[in-house]
């Protein structure tokens, strides 16, 4: 990560705390459909993914480690039982 990459994204993990689960449902939504951005976009639902961690949401419905590679799916989520659920298309 660059140095801007690395601000940037301290700045969103401060910012994303004071977010309430469904902000951050909504923003997730918003992200995942949004074409583009580049690496920014990356950073930014990496911010999104740590917030709901922080908040003790389960994201095993979503995350998958293969061969030691870590991979999270960029999908629409709804939260149910405090797990996030992808959404149907």
């Known amino acids: 990560m660059s140095n801007t990459t690395v601000h940037l ?41 740590t917030a709901f961690s922080r908040k003790g949401i389960d994201l095993s419905q979503i995350i998958s480690k293969d061969d030691g590679f870590t991979t999270v799916k960029s999908v629409p989520v709804r939260l149910e039982d405090n797990t996030l659920v992808p959404l149907a298309y």
Not at 21 to 43: C, D, F, H, P, R
């Open 9 to 49: 994204y301290q700045h969103l993990i401060e910012k994303f705390s004071n977010y309430s689960i469904e902000e951050l449902i909504q923003l997730n939504n918003e992200t995942v459909k949004g074409k583009g951005w580049g690496s920014a976009k990356a950073t930014f639902r990496t911010a999104i993914i």
